[in-house]
């Protein structure tokens, strides 16, 4: 390859149907996560069955464009209606290497503003204490308050 | 001879005086600390799996879309290399492009 990065921009056989990738980094889609899992269950669990059925990445392409054109309405509509609290939980997440934990503040008020304008409400499965509602959690932001952003 | 009256008394008894707290408040005051010490620990460690739970749930919820991301480009990635072996191959007799099943089940 004599030292060059071997890129391969060919692009998609045209027999696949064109599908616009989410484009999010991975502080907003973990910002996110909870949301696109409820929005977007019957899709995923679809896809997740598909794999499950067959390992080929060719088998399930159909299925996973669907799980792609959900997570990109999500993503728009929280665009739409939350951008500024989302903006500031992923925000903080970066900051923060990407620990819940430490964010609930801003967590919580995006939390708020996805129910009431989305309807979607974060909920951890299998949880009883759901670790994001405790008032007063032992784990809390421990960054000095010269050293916050 | 002793002396008219007796001897004086002599005083022998211990005279210390007793300070600070009785030794039962001490140890009452250590139990109560110990406890609320487990208590915050217990508090914790439930916690700290609920935490782990969050981010698990967090990855599982995100795998369907990367992994859909990463199908689309592994196919075409795939389709793109055999074409070219097609190409590059196209005047050997008898050669035919053999699709490679990138990801097999695990078999064990």
């Known amino acids: 390859m004599s030292g060059r990065t071997y890129v391969d921009n060919a692009p998609v056989p045209s027999d696949v149907p064109h599908v616009d990738e989410v484009g999010v980094t991975s502080a907003p889609l973990k910002s996110a996560a909870f949301f696109i899992g409820k929005f977007c269950q019957a899709y995923n669990d679809d896809f997740m069955q598909c794999k499950a059925d067959a390992r080929d990445p060719a088998a399930c392409l159909k299925e996973g464009r669907r799980v792609t054109r959900c997570a990109t309405e999500l993503i728009n509509k929280l665009r739409e209606n939350c951008q500024q609290e989302w903006d500031k939980h992923w925000d903080c997440l970066e900051q923060r290497n990407q620990e819940f934990y430490r964010c609930r503040k801003a967590e919580s008020a995006l939390n708020a503003c996805v129910l009431e304008k989305l309807g979607i409400k974060k909920e951890i499965p299998n949880s009883k204490i759901q670790v994001h509602t405790i008032a007063k959690p032992v784990f809390k932001d421990d960054t000095p308050k010269w050293d916050r952003p | ?108």
């Open chain 2, 1 to 108: 001879m002793p002396p008219a009256g007796g001897f004086e008394t002599l005083r022998y008894k211990r005279n210390l005086p007793t300070r600070g707290p009785s030794a039962y408040a001490i140890l009452a005051g250590v139990t109560a600390s110990v406890l609320y010490g487990c208590y915050v620990v217990a508090k914790a460690r439930i916690e700290q799996k609920e935490l782990e739970r969050e981010k698990a749930w967090s990855r599982i919820y995100l795998t369907p879309l990367l992994m859909a991301e990463a199908d689309r480009d592994t196919y075409r990635r795939q389709q793109i290399a055999n074409a070219r072996e097609a190409a590059i191959m196209s005047k050997v007799p008898g050669w035919s492009v053999r699709s490679v099943q990138l990801l097999r089940r695990p078999t064990c």
